[in-house]
């Protein structure tokens, strides 16, 4: 019998191509559309948040430098020189490199009235490379505080105008101060530029290379001149870059002076992902097409309903019911199609849900990790008589030790603790208890009464569901004496200066006190104790991760092997940053790269000879 038009093995082979190929095609282009909406808006609330970061660190630190140099300036207003305070607040600080004073003389000129450094020399060195600073100081003069980045570096110049009370003329001081934290944070940026500038545009801190220009050289500025008339402290843009680059700028304005902070994101490489989404789908639509027109080519007139119900189907996948399955009632090609179908659509509905739950994963774990980065503090420190040095490394990307030093009316505390647990819940309350002991620190309380306090925050945070355990000391370089109170940690091993090999019985653990942990009960009340150093003692805080430190085939390293550790790195009694980096290089030769069970924390201090 002839036919007319086209038969139905073409009929099929049509449909089963154009089907899939239209509706994954309609599928691809929403995808593409939504996945690139909600990957802007990640990105400028990612760029958001990094710049109102560092728009306050920029505040903080710089209004700390202001402080700091306050009472220099008004030693200088009331006696007209730089006496003790100068040299008493250079002594002790390490954010100023110098202090110049200068006022105009009676021709008009500016000259200067003095000058205090840190390093003798290094300030007139300094203004003579500056060839001329009188337009400097007119500005100044005119605005009242300027900021510059003369050498590219982490040094920032602060220019600011004083009236004296006592006299009528004014003076204008000249403060070079050092900001090497600030500076690293906008370096230190990945995946976006970040740029401190001020109101015309000039760089004082961005990535390596840029400071000392002008960001309008790179992008348009006019939606910060927007802002700042709608009165506007932050914000987004989308801004033509140099090259027809489309960038995605966030701002936020600082509170020091006129200062923002602008972050800059290629929206190229932002979308990126996109990219790669598109190419793995055509993959994906090849393979479909490939097995339609195999299915098609062996199909028969009984096929018809086979080919009803996938085309029925294909269209519920096409408005977003993802969970639709087809029957398979032959074992045949359209069978095989039918599974084919099924795992098209599990793969699919199970890519979205782990797309939307990887997205929700890492938004958590980066807001964890912003936090607890700024928990910790330097490894290597000198106060209050005592040389400490620490090492910490997370079991994940959020941990859920802690440790701390601080120093309050001369006598030095050691914060020590272990939440339940690690990852984002125990990184979540170990910032809590930073966020607690910086304001315990200004209370001038005893290690007990410190730890009544450490422990109500933490139950208030947490009701009870994780808790920590935590051990607090207070050391006074006048008597010696190491106040400590416990709260169920590991108790500190005191190491005593000896003549001679270091025994097992030399390891004395600060145990007379112990406590229930924090968090248990809100209203637990805390013992403390104290014990008497002498010049040359040494004590190791640790948590309970370092024992626990397994080898790739699963043995632990153990507490003799610890014990063994502590005694053999301290032996002959070395500085204690050699004892640190011996126990961590032995401690890591065991492990071989095997993950870690728990976080490990522990740092050692030593009582220096004069005790200061």
């Avoid at 490379?129 to 920032?156: M, W, Y």
Wanted: with cysteine.
């Amino acid at each position: 019998m002839n036919h007319r038009g086209l038969s139905i093995r073409y009929k099929i082979l049509l449909l089963l191509t154009l089907v899939p190929l239209v509706t994954l095609s309609l599928y691809l282009v929403l995808a593409v559309r939504v996945f690139e909406s909600d990957k802007l808006a990640y990105v400028f609330e990612s760029g958001s948040s990094l710049a109102r970061t560092l728009s306050s660190q920029s505040t903080t630190d710089l209004n700390s430098v202001l402080s700091l140099s306050k009472p220099v300036m008004q030693e200088f207003l009331l006696s007209g020189s730089f006496g003790p305070v100068a040299k008493a607040v250079f002594e002790s600080e390490g954010k100023l490199d110098w202090v110049a004073v200068y006022s105009k003389n009676p021709e008009g000129k500016f000259e200067k009235s003095g000058i205090v450094e840190k390093i003798v020399g290094s300030g007139d060195r300094d203004i003579l490379s500056f060839q001329d600073v009188t337009p400097l100081l007119s500005e100044s003069l005119e605005k009242g505080r300027l900021l510059r980045v003369p050498f590219k570096d982490d040094r920032i110049l602060l220019v600011e105008r004083v009236v004296n009370d006592r006299s009528p003329d004014v003076k204008i001081f000249m403060i070079m101060s050092r900001l090497p934290d600030l500076a690293n944070s906008f370096r230190a940026t990945s995946g976006s530029e970040v740029f401190l500038v001020n109101d015309q545009g000039f760089i004082l801190f961005g990535p390596a290379g840029s400071e000392a220009s002008y960001l309008s050289q790179k992008m348009p500025l006019d939606f910060l001149a927007s802002a700042k008339e709608k009165n506007l402290n932050s914000g987004t843009e989308l801004v033509q870059g140099g090259q027809g680059k489309s960038l995605l700028a966030s701002f936020s304005r600082s509170n020091f002076g006129e200062l923002t902070v602008i972050s800059v994101v290629d929206r190229a490489e932002a979308l990126r992902a996109v990219d790669i989404l598109i190419r793995r789908s055509l993959v994906f639509f090849v393979l479909l097409l490939a097995a339609s027109v195999i299915v098609s080519l062996f199909a028969s007139g009984s096929l018809t309903s086979a080919l009803t119900a996938l085309a029925s189907a294909t269209r519920q996948v096409a408005e977003g019911h993802f969970d639709i399955r087809v029957a398979v009632r032959s074992r045949d090609e359209i069978g095989g199609l039918a599974e084919s179908f099924n795992a098209m659509a599990g793969e699919v509905s199970r890519l979205m849900g782990e797309t939307a739950e990887k997205a929700r994963m890492e938004s958590e774990l980066k807001t964890a990790q912003t936090v607890q980065e700024t928990l910790f503090p330097p490894t290597q420190a000198t106060m209050g008589g005592l040389q400490i040095s620490g090492h910490y490394e997370p079991a994940s990307e959020c941990g859920g030790d802690w440790w701390h030093y601080c120093e309050v009316d001369g006598k030095v505390f050691l914060w020590i603790g272990d939440a339940t647990g690690h990852g984002a819940p125990a990184a979540l309350i170990t910032s809590a208890a930073k966020s607690a002991a910086t304001i315990i620190e200004r209370l001038n309380v005893d290690p007990a009464h410190a730890m009544e306090l450490l422990n109500r925050a933490i139950y208030d945070v947490s009701k009870g569901r994780i808790m920590m355990t935590f051990f607090l000391a207070c050391y006074d370089p006048v008597t010696k004496l190491l106040t400590y109170a416990n709260a169920s940690h590991e108790a500190p091993f005191l190491i005593q200066q000896k003549e001679g090999d270091l025994k097992k019985r030399d390891l004395i653990p600060l145990n007379e006190v112990n406590s229930p942990r924090l968090g248990q009960e809100r209203e637990t009340k805390y013992e403390q104790t104290t014990v008497q150093l002498n010049a040359g003692d040494r004590i190791l805080f640790y948590t309970d991760g370092i024992p626990d430190i397994e080898n790739p085939a699963k043995d632990s390293w153990g507490e003799r092997e610890f014990i063994k550790s502590i005694i053999s790195t301290n032996s002959s009694f070395p500085p204690i940053e050699e004892s640190v980096s011996t126990m961590v290089a032995q401690f890591s030769e065991y492990r071989k790269g095997a993950p870690l069970k728990d976080d490990i924390t522990f740092f050692m201090t030593r009582c220096s000879e004069d005790g200061v």
